[in-house]
């Protein structure tokens, strides 16, 4: 059974940085197509950033700017570099992984930012 790990979250301050992690062991990763979704209490679970297996990028208009998604196949690991973090930026981060209609998530790391 495919398990996406992912690390990184914690505690920052107001115009903070931290950087996700996602390994993908057990998958043909350079297939996949890489995303990072986020969810806030009492709300809906949207998509933050994505990266294709051609390295495409996309981001949420929220983010752009700040967030920088990217992928190593070497490690099967996709990152989420996050810069000039916002108490808004608050949320459990889930990293994702799709290829035709196989979708595998990850368990979730909480990103806290205080004001």
């Known amino acids: 059974q495919v398990r996406l790990v992912e690390s990184g979250g914690g505690l920052v301050q107001s115009g903070g940085s931290l950087r996700l992690s996602c390994a993908a062991p057990?998958?043909?990763?350079?297939?996949?197509?890489m995303g990072w979704y986020r969810q806030a209490p009492g709300k809906q679970r949207e998509l933050v950033a994505a990266i294709t297996s051609g390295h495409s990028t996309n981001y949420a208009d929220s983010v752009k700017g700040r967030f920088t998604i990217s992928r190593d196949n070497t490690k099967n690991t996709v990152y989420l570099q996050m810069n000039s973090l916002k108490p808004e930026d608050t949320a459990v981060y889930y990293c994702?992984?799709?290829?035709?209609?196989?979708?595998?998530w990850g368990q979730g790391t909480q990103v806290t930012v205080s004001s």
């Open positions: 994702n992984a799709q290829f035709a209609t196989i979708n595998y």
């Open positions: 057990g998958i043909t990763f350079s297939l996949y197509a």
